[in-house]
């Protein structure tokens, strides 16, 4: 007979490893495997990305180009022009995984993501206000983004706190907060000149063209300071999961660990926002994929960070070479794929009973 755990899941799919500092730490075998095989998948994609060009390069000689080994002109290639662009992809990707698992876990709803509770309208705002009011540079209208993302995380925060921020009105609240923000990107793009205005598209598009060390490093810095954070806090945020009344009884500080992880979910959404510009529906399809994928009902933190990262990598490849000649946007293409898979997720959650 096998037994099982509160969360649902054969206690033979766990394993408990005791670290010799006395903590112990239990590991899903299920969801161990999903990460690696993700990482491997997110890894070959970036490789073979990297070979994809106008000057192609095997994997084997991007491989080895990687490790010091390339002639002079694929050093330049593949470190100058190829590598920034895929090492942004990948933090991204993985940033807007890890938001959106926060949102959905924080929210307990699988529409509780960015895309739809109006930061990445909140952030696109931001940057439009440095375009079109001050013609800004590019390290401007990121820094436009990021602030625009933060405060609208801030209000919506403010809005939906009545003794606690909880599911449903936290995702009624950024939805009218997305519409009206929405609405003031499009008075922004009015009074914008021809020249502004359409730099401005192109940025609300969402790209990784031209992509270079310059937003590497934020981003980096970044996920290495907020990622162990919120793992840090991943068993108060496990433990929210069953209510407030049961997180207190159990000693998590609920309010503190839930503004702390909207904190960080907001920075990772504007941080990726303003590298990539609104890279639409990664955030909301990473964790529900990664949640299928390893058959747990937690909030699947790690596993939607790879998740995230190998979406955008795939759909950046795609838009490079999928459509021929014609390269696309790679948020033309996450635009596309999010648009049906959030229709499949509304039609299952009605057939559910869920909405």
Known sequence: MTTRTTTGKPTSALRSVRTPGGL??????RALTVVVLLLVA????????????DFPIPAVDVLKTLVGNGSASQEFIVNDL???RVLVGLLVGASLGLGGALFQSISRNPLGSPDVLGLGQGSTAGALVMIVLFSGSANQVALGALVGGL???FVIYLLAWKRGVHGYRLVLVGIGVSAIVTAVNGYLLTKA???DAARAVVWMTGSLNGRDWDQ???LLVMCAVLVPLVLGNARGLRMMEMGDDVSYALGVRVERTRLLLMLAAVLLTAG???AAGPVGFVA???PQLARRLTRSPGPNLVPSMCMGATLLIVADWASQRAFGADQLPVGVVTGVLGGVYLLWLLVTERKAGRM
Request: no cysteine; aromatic share 2%.
């Open 42 to 53: 997110a890894l070959a994609a970036s490789v073979v990305l990297i070979g994809t060009g």
């Open 216 to 218: 590497v490093w934020p």
């Open 24 to 29: 112990s730490v239990r590991l899903d075998a």
């Open 151 to 153: 405060v609208t995380g």
């Open 193 to 195: 000149d021809i020249v």
């Open 272 to 274: 990726a926002t303003a």
């Open 284 to 286: 909301l399809t990473a």
């Open 82 to 84: 190829r590598l920034p």
